[in-house]
């Protein structure tokens, strides 16, 4: 059992950067892969960025890559996102998810916990 709750949304404007929390709880944080997902107003749930167990591996979603980093503590039970340069579009409750497989990490359901989420505004 993992529990997640994320930290560190609020409102920024456009350009700006911002820098997402996530803490875990649970001895068994080391073996999950993470990822962070967001929901904009009106949107479905999409993926943003995952990272394999051990922080060696990444991948991101095309509309933030380049912009977004994902990062993990394992000895803190902590993920964390980057964004930089961000803009209205990146406007959505932010989501950090734990699950055991990397490969369709894009796919909602392939994630066994979900935090409660955290809002990220971007003014213009």
């Known amino acids: 059992q993992v529990q997640l709750i994320e930290s560190g949304g609020g409102l920024v404007q456009s350009g700006n950067s911002l820098r997402l929390s996530c803490a875990a709880s649970?001895?068994?944080?080391?073996?999950?892969?993470m990822a962070w997902f967001r929901r904009g107003p009106g949107k479905e749930r999409q993926f943003v960025a995952v990272i394999n167990s051990n922080g060696g591996r990444t991948d991101y979603a095309d509309s933030v890559k380049g912009r977004f980093t994902i990062s993990r503590d394992n000895a803190k039970n902590a993920v964390y996102l980057q964004m930089y340069s961000l803009k209205p579009e990146d406007t959505a409750v932010y989501y950090c998810a734990a699950g055991r497989f990397f490969s369709g990490a894009t796919l909602r359901n392939n994630w066994d916990y979900w935090g409660q989420g955290t809002q990220v505004t971007v003014s213009s």
């Open positions: 649970g001895r068994t944080f080391i073996s999950y892969n």
